[in-house]
């Protein structure tokens, strides 16, 4: 079972990757989204020729052969784009086997627990408590983050009040009942990271996410060692001598690895296993619409140490209307959880004419197809 093509359907924002075998298996992925365009060129370029031609059978052989000839180009495209090989070889193994990735994976659950998700900084407070609100009524989520400082804000609000204001909004309108999260996109310092922890522990906030600039790990210690808050992170690292440290010295109280930063599912899946180790929970960062919720629903639905609950983007086509019309079936939240594909692989199809208006390339081995 050789590989025989790789193939990518790219725009701006998200790429997609087919890898077809000389024994007519095939699988789809996809890389990690925004400047997906220069990704697949990556993909062509430092991946695609490391693989061509070998037995698709060993995922991890592959990924490390991919790191290892890349090895002068250690930084977050090469992991990018191994992200589409990675997925689309979990899809064509899981498919083979007839069950789904999750299933492969040793899950068996229907559904996943998610939390609504925020993207929105500009967002008044009471536009967000009250889509908030909405969204409750609707799908009957029970767990909702909202964004607080500004972004590498050097302890600068989004405008003047902001944080409190939302907090406190946010919670009077929802109740008590419910289950809030905060991300402070490395806002803070230690200290004013931490004078805000205590604001978000009198509002019953339960969840802190990367509360200060995520390159300074000690910093974000601190603030660890001196809340009673859970505090996450790890969304931008896919270097394994960085997650071993924030594991080791306990960073976070959560640790929050991205699928698609850390170059698929079987880089993921390393973290999830060191954090098991360290009795760590993993709640996985996966902040769009994309193919990246559905990885990380189907890790999250099989490792022994998944979080309370999975990450789910709230915004829609008014905000990213690039996530438009990419795969089916779309994703179907019910009482609060993601209900899981049923079909083999990670259980979507390719919206065809969404593929005929990319951008295509092959690279190929062997007799063409």
């Known amino acids: 079972m050789k590989i025989i093509s790789i193939e990518t359907f790219t725009n701006e924002y998200i790429g997609l990757l087919r890898l077809r075998t000389d024994t007519g298996e095939e699988g789809w992925g996809q890389t990690c989204t925004y400047n997906a365009d220069i990704t697949a060129q990556v993909v062509h370029k430092q991946v695609a020729p490391h693989?061509?031609?070998?037995?698709?059978?060993?995922?991890?052989?592959?990924?490390?052969?991919?790191?290892?000839?890349?090895?002068?180009?250690?930084?977050?495209?090469?992991?990018?784009?191994?992200?589409?090989?990675?997925?689309?070889?979990?899809?064509?193994?899981?498919?083979?086997?007839?069950?789904?990735?999750?299933?492969?994976?040793?899950?068996?659950?229907?559904?996943?627990?998610?939390?609504?998700?925020?993207?929105?900084?500009?967002?008044?407070?009471?536009?967000?408590?009250?889509?908030?609100?909405?969204?409750?009524?609707e799908y009957g989520?029970?767990?909702?983050?909202?964004?607080?400082?500004?972004?590498?804000?050097?302890?600068?609000?989004?405008?003047?009040?902001?944080?409190?204001?939302?907090?406190?909004?946010?919670?009077?309108?929802?109740?008590?009942?419910?289950?809030?999260?905060?991300?402070?996109?490395?806002?803070?310092?230690?200290?004013?990271?931490?004078?805000?922890?205590?604001?978000?522990?009198?509002?019953?906030?339960?969840?802190?996410?990367?509360?200060?600039?995520?390159?300074?790990?000690?910093?974000?210690?601190?603030?660890?060692?001196?809340?009673?808050?859970?505090?996450?992170?790890?969304?931008?690292?896919?270097?394994?001598?960085?997650?071993?440290?924030?594991?080791?010295?306990?960073?976070?109280?959560?640790?929050?690895?991205?699928?698609?930063?850390?170059g698929g599912v079987t880089r993921t899946l390393e973290v999830a296993d060191m954090a098991k180790k360290a009795n760590l929970p993993v709640t996985l960062h996966c902040a769009n619409l994309s193919l990246v919720t559905l990885f990380s629903a189907h890790i999250m639905g099989a490792i022994p140490n998944a979080g309370k609950y999975l990450e789910f983007s709230i915004e829609g086509l008014d905000y990213y209307p690039w996530q438009a019309h990419v795969f089916k079936p779309n994703f179907d939240i019910q009482q609060g959880r993601l209900m899981m594909p049923h079909k083999p692989g990670w259980g979507i199809e390719l919206d065809p004419e969404w593929l005929a208006l990319s951008d295509y390339k092959v690279s190929y081995s062997g007799d063409r197809f």
């Open 51 to 137: 693989v061509l031609g070998l037995d698709a059978s060993n995922i991890d052989a592959l990924k490390v052969r991919v790191l290892e000839r890349e090895h002068k180009f250690p930084g977050t495209y090469l992991y990018r784009a191994l992200c589409g090989l990675d997925t689309a070889l979990w899809d064509m193994h899981a498919k083979q086997e007839g069950k789904s990735v999750c299933q492969l994976l040793g899950g068996h659950t229907n559904s996943v627990p998610v939390y609504a998700s925020s993207m929105q900084r500009e967002i008044t407070p009471e536009a967000e408590a009250d889509r908030f609100l909405a969204l409750k009524e």
């Open 141 to 262: 989520y029970q767990s909702f983050k909202f964004r607080v400082g500004k972004e590498c804000g050097h302890d600068i609000d989004q405008w003047e009040g902001r944080t409190e204001a939302i907090v406190k909004r946010v919670r009077q309108v929802l109740g008590d009942e419910v289950t809030l999260l905060v991300d402070a996109n490395s806002a803070y310092t230690p200290a004013k990271a931490i004078e805000v922890g205590h604001m978000l522990q009198d509002y019953g906030v339960s969840h802190f996410e990367e509360p200060c600039p995520y390159w300074q790990p000690d910093w974000t210690r601190q603030v660890t060692e001196a809340l009673d808050i859970d505090v996450s992170g790890g969304e931008q690292d896919h270097d394994m001598r960085i997650w071993q440290h924030m594991v080791n010295t306990k960073v976070v109280n959560i640790v929050q690895p991205d699928v698609c930063y850390m």
